[in-house]
């Protein structure tokens, strides 16, 4: 969610009129940034790079494609998604060394803020890690010599290597070019969010779903919640403004927050994103049946990410106490017989207190043919039933 900032003010430029251009960093990424870390990165192997920028490159397509039905745009502007690996790729070292490195100064690529907090840290820096910037700076002149591309957009922490691009393209072509910092998106505590530091919200439906994309919006503090409606959704100042008046008159409706989970869960998942992560947040917080039955399997998985989905038969006569024992919920003997008497098994949010009762189709089995077991307080077991009848109903003989 951290990129999610930059790809708006793409799109703002692409809504004004202009040629918005994605960079992904097929070839940077083997080195890594270090900017705002204590230590390099662990390298990847060319088959996660490979699929990191898969997903990279269909994440982009998809809030693009978002954006522009949106706001009902019939005919689609396409953005320009690049691979810095395809400029890269078959270029000697000796020879990239000899026509890009002799333009750039050890003093200047010493002095920037990311490389002198680097070097004064037990860790140290590598070589690679110091020429990051040298590369981030022949990608904007690479984009400036075949795109026409004079504005760089990038987190406020990126000014460092924005600068090192603007004194290269000045001393090759001697043209001005532009760059414009963004704020970066921070936890309550001030840390930058992100897959580094292990607190990332993914624009990822396999890494985030929409129910957990959703509510890590719904959760913003007051504090925040403003400049995350104007970094995080179209809306115009008048509007958010207005948003904030109402807040102030009834807080305790947190309708900022909503309005900002809704915006950008449809920019990131589309309406059917935010129906699904609503559907979620009607079946987890407040216990809707109608919620529970409108979910596929695929939500019910992503809801409860730890909860075992097992597959089963149902056979007439199936009891509380059976299913529970089935899915390995309940400890054999009296011990689990017991748990079920005295409250503490659930199913589909209600208590059941018998462990012979019968299960019945609309009550302990939803339309959807699932079940959703819950033992104590956290833990969730899904039940998919198979060749479930519609028509049939098992009851008590």
């Known amino acids: 969610v951290g990129h999610l900032p930059a790809i708006l003010a793409l799109l703002r430029f692409q809504r004004a009129g202009h ?40 994440s982009l397509r998809r809030v693009c494609s978002n954006e522009q039905l949106l706001c009902g745009e019939e005919a689609p502007r396409t953005l320009t998604i690049l691979n810095n690996a395809a400029w890269y790729e078959g270029r000697a070292a ?43 700076a022949y990608d904007f002149y690479y984009l400036y010599r075949h795109y026409d591309c004079r504005i760089q957009l990038g987190g406020s922490d990126q000014l460092g290597n924005m600068i090192t691009g603007y004194e290269f393209i000045q001393r090759i072509i001697g043209q001005d070019v532009f760059g414009i910092t963004l704020p970066l998106i921070t936890s309550y505590a ?12 993914w624009l990822n439906r396999e890494k985030t779903s929409p129910f ?50 809704a915006e950008a869960t449809k920019l990131v998942h589309g309406k059917e994103g935010l129906e699904s992560a609503k559907r979620c947040t009607a079946a987890l917080y407040h216990s ?44 054999d003997g009296a011990r ?32 959807n043919g699932l079940s959703l077991l819950r033992i104590g307080k956290k833990n969730f077991y899904i039940v998919k039933w198979l060749q479930l009848a519609p028509e049939t109903e098992f009851c008590r003989s």
Not at 343 to 365: A, D, M, Y
Request: proline content about 4%.
């Open 19 to 58: 040629r918005a251009i994605a960079v992904i960093g097929g070839a940077t990424a083997c080195i890594g940034d270090p900017t705002g870390r204590t230590r390099e990165r662990e390298p990847l192997s060319s088959e996660q790079l490979a699929k990191n920028t898969c997903g990279l490159r269909e």
């Open 94 to 136: 000796v020879e990239f060394l000899t026509s890009v490195g002799r333009h750039f100064r050890m003093g200047t690529l010493l002095s920037r803020h990311s490389v002198q907090s680097r070097l004064q840290s037990a860790e140290g820096m590598t070589l690679t890690e110091f020429l990051y910037q040298m590369f981030q």
């Open 190 to 201: 001030g840390d930058k969010l992100g897959k580094s530091a292990g607190n990332a919200v």
């Open 212 to 261: 957990e994309f959703y509510q890590f919006f719904v959760r913003q503090q007051d504090s925040c919640v403003e400049r995350f409606l104007k970094c995080f959704t179209f809306l115009h100042l008048a509007e958010i403004e207005h948003i904030m008046d109402m807040h102030w008159k009834e807080p305790e409706k947190r309708g900022p927050q909503k309005r900002l989970a």
């Open 288 to 331: 809707r049946m109608d919620a529970l039955e409108a979910m596929c399997d695929q939500e019910l998985q992503e809801l409860f990410r730890e909860a075992p989905f097992i597959e089963l038969m149902l056979e007439p006569g199936t009891t509380v106490l059976d299913v529970c024992r089935k899915v390995c919920a309940i400890p």
């Open 336 to 367: 689990g017989f017991q748990m079920i008497t005295d409250g503490g098994v659930s199913i589909n949010h209600h208590k059941v207190r018998n462990p012979e009762e019968v299960l019945v189709l609309g009550q302990h089995i939803l339309k």
